[in-house]
């Protein structure tokens, strides 16, 4: 009798520290899970939230939407920046024909302003040597219905020498000194700019008046190709 009463007395005291146990191991079997499958859990061992709740998402997911959107809008504003340009090219050399050879260089120092060097030699009917620089400022826009195509104004100046060729004259005439003018000139033509290549080609108009004592002059300008940079 007294054995069974220290058995119902143990009895219940065994069966608290037993559950008390059996909870522990719980926990700790709970926490290496959450760890080893990657979900984060506090230092008191109680889980973090894993989902995201409705409205939090929704408010991601309209602002991941609205970022999108913004994105492809800069996108197209850096696109029409770039094709937006009226010059079709920075820089560029060539040669020109019709009324003599000419060597060109020609650079936009700003969007639709350019200057224009130009070197001539014309020899006429073998008889005359003339060689001509110019320089000459130009206002180019694009024409809007022809890709690459670009009308252009302008003017400057220039200066140049002619002088008969001495061979063919009797001795006593043969000074070897020629005649030097200057004036001012104008331009007017149409440029083309190859899509994808580097080349323009171009056909203009050069007017000019001699300032002392030639007149007017309309042979001048030409036909002519550059390499593009």
């Known amino acids: 009798m007294k054995h069974l009463k220290t058995i119902l007395f143990f009895a219940p005291v065994l069966a608290i520290l037993n559950a008390n146990a059996q909870l522990k191991k719980q926990a700790i079997t709970g ?7 990657g979900a984060p859990s506090n230092p008191l061992g109680t889980k973090v939230p894993e989902k995201i709740n409705t409205a939090d998402r929704d408010s991601l997911s309209v602002g991941a939407t609205n970022a ?16 937006n340009t009226e010059s079709p090219f920075k820089a560029a050399v060539g040669v020109k024909f ?16 350019a200057i224009e060097a130009i070197f001539r030699y014309r020899s006429l009917g073998g008889i005359v040597n003339d060689i001509t620089v110019t320089a000459l400022y130009q206002y180019q826009r694009p024409i809007a219905d022809v890709s690459g195509l670009y009308w252009m104004l302008g003017g400057g100046a220039y200066f140049g020498n002619s002088s008969i060729k001495n061979s063919i004259l009797p001795a006593e005439y043969r000074d070897g000194t020629g005649s030097f003018y200057f004036g001012i000139a104008g331009v007017a033509g149409l440029e083309y700019k190859f899509d994808g290549m580097p080349i323009a080609i171009s056909a203009d108009w050069m007017p ?8 007017f002059g309309s042979e001048n300008g030409g036909i002519g190709i550059k390499y593009t940079f």
Request: net charge positive; aromatic share 8%.
């Open 31 to 37: 926490n290496v899970t959450s760890i080893s499958s």
């Open 68 to 83: 999108d959107k913004k994105m492809p809008a800069a996108e197209a504003g850096l696109a029409s920046q770039s094709t």
């Open 98 to 113: 019709l009324w003599g050879i000419s060597a060109t260089g020609k650079y936009f120092f700003k969007d639709k302003h």
């Open 208 to 215: 000019a008046i001699n300032l002392n004592g030639g007149g």
